[in-house]
C-alpha cells in the first residue's frame, strides 16, 4: 500500500527564521499532495497543496517543493512566526483517498 | 456555515460498551470520512463514503462500523469498545468522489477513552 515517511518529527526554530519539513512517498501513481496545519486542540486545515503536474507552488510565506523523480516533497516556512507553532502533515493521494505522514511538530520560540 | 460539526466531543465508555460518532456537513459535499489520530501516527482512514449510498473501508476499519445516512451525515459506530479504540476521532468532507485533486475539511475531533 501506499507509505508516506515525513520528517523530522519535531522541529524547533527561532521566530523570523525559515522551517523546513520533507517527505518522501512510495506510490509512483500519486498526483496529489496537500499539506495540512492542526493547532493544538483543532481539526487539520489546509494550507497549501501541489499536483503531479507542478514541481514548485508558493503561497504566503509557504513555498512547496516536488520531485517526482525520487519522490520527494518538501514544505518551507519563511520568516516564522509563534502562531505558526502546530502539528504539519503532508499527505498523498492517487486514486480516492488520502494517506498521510506521522506528523511534524513545529515549535517557533519568540 | 458552520463546516463539518461533530458530536459528541468527549466521551469515555467502559470496554464493551457501544456508542455512535456524529458527523455533518453543510457543504454539500459528496464524499466524507472518518479517520482516527493517535499519538506519533499520523491520521488513519477508517472508513469513507465516496458518494451518498456507498460506503468502503480504509486503513484501519475493524471494531468499526458506518453509516451514510443522508448527504449531510456520517456516522462512525463502536459497537463493542475497545481500550486499543481510545483515540482522537476526526470526521471530513469533501466536494469530489475520492480524494484526489480536492480539499478534505475536518472537524473538530471526538476525543474518545475507553477504560
Redesign the interface.
Known sequence: GENVEQHPSTLSVQEGDSAVIKCTYSDSASNYFPWYKQELGKGPQLIIDIRSNMDKRQGQRVTVLLNKTVKHLSLQIAATQPGDSAVYFCAESGYSTLTFGKGTMLLVSP | NAG?TQTPKFQVLKTGQSMTLQCAQDMNHNSM?WYRQDP??????IY?S?SEGTT?K??VPNGYNVSRLNKREFSLRLESAAPSQTSVY?C?SSEL?????N??F????TRLTVL
Open positions: 463539518v470520512y506519533g501516527m499520523g491520521l488513519r482512514l469513507y465516496a468502503d480504509g486503513e476526526f471530513a468522489a475520492g480524494g484526489g485533486y480539499e478534505q475536518f472537524g473538530p475531533g
